[in-house]
């Protein structure tokens, strides 16, 4: 697979894509078998997939296990991030919490999860209101010193955070939500990355799963599955959004391609330094996955697509509205 640089000055180099592994854990039903999930993650290694992404609230803390058992064998040639930010109580989301000796001590335990050395790129989750980010990017600044982190990273950060953390430390990477039916970074987000250096890693690139074309308003989630309170997936905003994946299963198909390869080409194709991560607990749809980034677009195809997408409104907020405080500063 071919390879990306995320960040400028000192660049770190990953594959064009990358591996979500939240699902294998948390966040969309049951957690995954883990043999099975090693599996995923071992071929993907084998098929050119060289960056993973995890984070400590994921499981929690099996997530990160997992990824370190699995990675084991193949140290010195992947790039793992994971993320500090949310408080635990009782093995449950309690807030946020960036405040430097938390940070550090969250580093610690997740280096010995990970069982290694350093993290390569270590990302601050969401953005703490209570703890200036001058701070929290002052106290990674001095975990990159002592060689326990590699890289710096922000996920769902607004421009002006993302201006003031890196006057302290490099930011390597943005994390955010980017895809065909969430598109606002492009606004102020993905310029202010350009001017600055930054690399872009865009989560849920297929829509928590609706992007592939496999989800419509009769589908069904596991009752511990996170799509349950997102507006944009009730049955109603799925049967409206279905436009949208009709569009992408139509292109695809002159493209020999599913609509899941076309959505993560598309997304290939906007910068050099968008990295996407999309997520599978399927050896079927991480082959499908990697197939999309030997998909190429030409122009005539992307201007088709994004005058047709323009035309179609999705329905739906992306989080609850009790999450939406904690997106987007």
Request: with cysteine.
């Amino acid at each position: 697979m071919q390879t990306r640089k995320l960040g400028g000055g000192n660049t770190l180099e990953v594959s064009a894509l990358g591996l979500g592994c939240m699902s294998m854990s948390y966040g969309y039903g049951p957690p995954g078998d883990r043999h099975k999930m090693i599996e995923v993650i071992r071929a993907a290694v084998s098929r050119g997939v060289t960056f993973f992404d995890t984070a400590e609230v994921y499981g929690p803390f099996t997530n990160e296990e997992l990824l370190g058992e699995a990675l084991a064998p193949f140290r010195g040639q992947v790039i793992i991030a994971s993320k500090f930010g949310f408080r635990l109580v009782d093995g449950k989301q309690a807030g946020l919490d960036s405040r430097p000796e938390h940070i550090k001590q969250v580093t610690e335990a997740s280096l010995k999860r990970l069982k290694v050395e350093a993290i390569d790129l270590l990302y601050q989750h969401r953005v703490d209101p209570d703890v200036p980010i001058e701070d929290v990017a002052g106290t990674v600044r001095d975990l990159i010193r002592a060689g326990k982190v590699k890289h710096f990273g922000l996920s769902e950060a607004g421009v002006q955070t993302i201006r003031r953390a890196h006057a302290v430390q490099r930011v390597t990477a943005l994390q955010s939500e980017y895809s065909l039916w969430w598109r606002s970074p492009e606004l102020d987000v993905l310029p202010t990355l350009e001017e600055l250096g930054i690399g872009f890693v865009p989560f849920s690139p297929l829509g928590r799963g609706f992007l592939t074309g496999k989800i419509d308003e009769n589908t069904t989630f596991d009752s511990t599955d996170f799509r349950n309170i997102v507006p944009r997936f009730t049955p109603e905003a799925r049967k409206a959004n279905k436009a949208l994946v009709d569009l992408l299963t139509a292109i695809a198909a002159r493209k020999s391609a599913t609509p899941a390869q076309l959505a993560l080409a598309w997304l290939l194709a906007r910068k050099p330094w968008i990295v996407p991560i999309p997520g599978t607990t399927k050896l079927e749809r991480l082959e499908e996955n990697i197939g999309a980034a030997t998909l190429e677009l030409t122009p005539d195809d992307l201007r088709e697509i994004d005058s047709a997408a323009s035309r179609i409104a999705v329905q739906g907020e992306r989080y609850p509205e009790h999450l939406h405080r904690m997106v987007g500063r």
